[in-house]
């Protein structure tokens, strides 16, 4: 019999914000330490200055990732601006197990099919998306990542969670962070 898999379908429309969330593999909370997520906070960077997106907002969870994103321009896909933040991430984490003769490493590393093994950080597929077409309810998704650490209790308020941009919303973007990704504001808001 025939496993059909669902197709994720992406709708990239010039003009709209994407919510961006994807997990760990297992959704295992793998983003647990300051190094860690200051390399996710890099991939981030790189990938969106590669691409040609705007990171408006972000929170880094134990073991998922939400992004607020805006494509300028001619900018590339969802789905390669996903891999080039998900890929070169992982790749350096599995460095890191290796160096350090990790147990993880094993516990991460599956079979793909018979005779081939793979790493996985990431839970397979492109994690959720959706369009943002107004500001209303892009105001709205902002809260509700910046909420999330507060909802799990990692922090009382959303400005304690370090990995998150609700300091500089609540800056109006006077706050600028060392080791966070690089934040900027809508081009028509």
């Known amino acids: 019999m025939a496993v059909i898999r669902k197709q994720v379908k992406h709708y990239s429309e010039p003009g709209h914000v994407h919510e961006l969330t994807f997990s760990c593999y297992q959704r295992r909370p793998l983003l647990t330490n300051d190094h860690w997520r200051g390399l996710m906070a890099e991939a981030v960077n790189r990938a969106m200055a590669r691409h040609d997106y705007r990171l408006l907002a972000f929170v880094f969870m134990p073991e998922h990732v939400h ?91 959303s400005v304690d969670w370090k990995w998150s941009s609700a300091r500089w919303h609540l800056s109006g973007g006077g706050i600028v962070e060392e080791g966070l990704p690089l934040l900027r504001s809508l081009p028509w808001s």
């Open 67 to 157: 992004l607020l994103v805006y494509p300028e321009e001619g900018a590339a896909s969802l789905p390669e601006l996903l891999n080039a933040i998900k890929r070169p991430y992982s790749y350096r984490i599995k460095q890191l197990l290796m160096a350090a003769g990790s147990p993880l490493i094993s516990q991460l590393t599956v079979h793909q099919r018979p005779g081939v093994k793979t790493f996985r950080y990431w839970q397979e597929g492109p994690g959720y998306d959706r369009n943002i077409t107004n500001l209303e309810t892009l105001r709205l998704a902002i809260d509700y990542i910046h909420e999330n650490p507060v909802k799990r209790g990692l922090c009382q308020q």
